[in-house]
């Protein structure tokens, strides 16, 4: 048949038309749908966070005594240990090293390092006053984002106007930042993916693959920081505070809740509420929020009391990105309590004006709450204005890193070494029987991890429009993946005679309209006979707002929505999977479900929710995955990590691993194409077959191999033929 010119096409009324074309010929849902596409996935998942909220705060609102507050409290701890993946069980040698000592007359500034961990290396300095008589009290001073760390301006002015005031004070860099960048690069004398705070989200990423927290590893640095302090002849060890600015407030809240050698506490510009931040900044960098968070009932309130009914200070501004309306919330929700528990003048609020950071006042308000709780009466001696050291006179290491200088560990080194060590159980395959074992284990695994949760409630289709292209009509069409979440979707059916009786479910990571581009993906598919249902799964393309800075850089748009869910005890793949599963409930009510059985095909990120829902649902009969993520193990084993961020489910690594997703099709016809590293690198192919070797011992033990297809797709070839080469 001779090739119709474009022209020609719109005589007839077809459209030729691309992603972008596609989308502005049919109505724009996000003019007909409130919520709009882009907002119901995190909306739905805030509604879920404020149900758990007040739940948690109804149980709060049950605390009348000391007794009920030190039960709440034994909660908390234990919810923050086992979030952040625990604590090392062993306190190793510190091997404390002074690197250089400043004299300023009534007090002096010790350069230090020691080993939080072996090998671990960590840097900071301490302020010691000379003009009084020790033993002195003792402040250690969280750091917050600042990229120069200990040195920083911020943190100057605080350690010199407590050292003035008669306290020791401990500054130490936090990891990834000052002299502990992670990724440090000699060569070009910077980090390899940016600031500490995209530092801190590829880290964070990778450890909750194994359950864990980047939170681990600050709060043990500095309960080994208070460990120093403690050891020294200078402190009295009875009397310890801390504090900190931003990512110093959040570091003073974990750290008091948890280490009860803190006596004070004062966290400035940090605490909120989540039920004023999830509508508002939403969720920050991996360190600051936990998976399964909101879902365990941990609030901001809660951090203050595990450490209630000891003195803590909340410093605030009026106008910080952290809502000051949920500062207030938090405030009155923890004085109700002290009051209950007879110490209400051990918790106070101060609000100071502007944006966020510690202003003067802010800074005087935290002396003055040190003094008061941490010296003897009478002890407030006025301090002068010190001057700051410059910033490279306050360096501990000869290089500035403790990476290029010492060999240190990183977070991200000691994850790779340890995780390496965490793998799924893997028996011998040899037949039928032990194929069908690891089915149903790799299925209540993925039930329980990816916290998929199915419903039988009314799909609710709605359609929004229709089109002919050459070959077969696209609906606009939605429907509903579980009660208050829709999904947007385009049905594409055949119109020529004989069309193949053969559905699709069509997952892309750039969202549908990115499917039916024209000339490849779900449009080759349909053009070839099949029936295609292009749906935009939890997370892609069109279900999220566009990433704007910071971290999202690091981890893909749908950041919020991810770390969102995981707090609220979901994961996106689970989200994906009810979607596509629902997908094939819309297929079957449309009688397009022929013989109750579809493919599915998965480009991108997608391809890996699409794995999770063939897992769990055999109305798949076979899978193809495109450009898509190799492994969970790749992210584990790999320093560095772009976009990955909503395919990463919590503990998954001593679970399973996408082969083994793969090994419990068999003998179900399975194509991998042109799969891809962490770094979203093609990977050589095989590299590709080490990580399935465990799927193809599966398909061999079925005398099924030809069925699972390892390859590449060419350029020239499209969907449908790679397809029909892999006999799907």
Sequence with gaps: MPRIRPIALAALGVCQLGAQDLARR?????????PPPNRVVYLYLEG?????????????????????????????????????????????????RRAGVIDRGDYRVEKIIYESLPRFFVTGTLHIPQADTPPYPAVFLASGHDQTGKSAANNQLVSLGLVRR???????????????????????????????????????????????SLARYMIWDAMRGIDLVASLKEVDAGRIGITGCSGGGMLTAYVAALDARIQAAAPGCWISAWEDQVHTRGPEDAEQHFHDQLAAGINHADYILAFAPKPCLICATENDFFPIQGVRRTFEE???????????????????????????????????????????????????????????DLCVTFTGQVTTALGSDTPSSSNIQRFARIVPPRPKLGGA??????????????????????????LNIRRFGTLRRDGYDIEQLVYDAEPG??????????????SRKSAVVYVDQRGRFAALEEGTGGDALARAGYTVLALDAAGSSGTVLEPQSGPSAVSGSNQDVAWLALMVGRTLTGLQTADISRGLDVLRERGLLYEDRALGFGKGLAAVGLLHAAAIDSRLAGVAIEDSLVSFRAIAETPIHRGVFQAVIPNVLGKYDLQELVAALAPRPVELMNLRSPLDQPML???????????????????????????????EETVAEALWRGRL
């Excluded at 000391?66 to 409290?73: A, F, I, N, T, V």
């Excluded at 029987?433 to 009314?458: K, W």
């Design 26 to 34: 049919l109505p724009p849902l996000e003019l007909v749908l409130s």
């Design 48 to 96: 879920i966070a404020r149900e758990q909220l007040a739940r948690r705060q109804a149980r709060i609102a049950e605390i009348h005594s000391l007794k009920q507050l030190d039960e709440r409290r034994e909660e908390i701890r234990n919810a923050i240990l086992r979030l952040i993946g625990g604590l090392p069980a062993e306190r190793t040698p510190l091997n404390v």
């Design 685 to 715: 192919l095989p590299k590709v077959e080490s990580h399935y070797a465990y799927a193809r011992e599966a398909y061999r033990a079925l005398g099924a191999e030809t069925r699972l297809r390892i390859g590449l797709r060419r350029p």
């Design 334 to 392: 923890v004085r109700r309590i002290y009051r209950a528990v007879g110490a209400p003048d051990a918790v106070e609020l101060f609000v100071a004006p502007g944006q966020h950071g510690l202003r003067d006042s802010s800074r005087e308000a935290i002396f003055a709450w040190m003094t008061r709780w941490l010296k003897a009466p009478g002890a407030t001696r006025a301090a002068e204005p010190a001057p700051l050291e410059n910033e490279h």
């Design 166 to 212: 008669g306290f020791v004070v401990l500054t130490i860099d936090p990891v990834g930042q000052g002299e502990r960048q992670i990724f440090y690069d000699e060569q070009i004398q910077a980090s390899r993916v940016g600031r500490g705070s995209m530092e801190h989200q590829m880290v964070g990423v990778q450890s909750l693959l194994a359950g864990e």
């Design 433 to 458: 029987e032990d194929v069908e074992r690891l089915r149903v284990r790799v299925r209540n695994d993925v039930l329980a991890l990816s916290r998929y949760q199915s419903t039988q409630a009314p």
């Design 485 to 498: 979440r829709y999904v947007p979707a385009l049905l594409c059916r055949p119109t020529r005679p004989g």
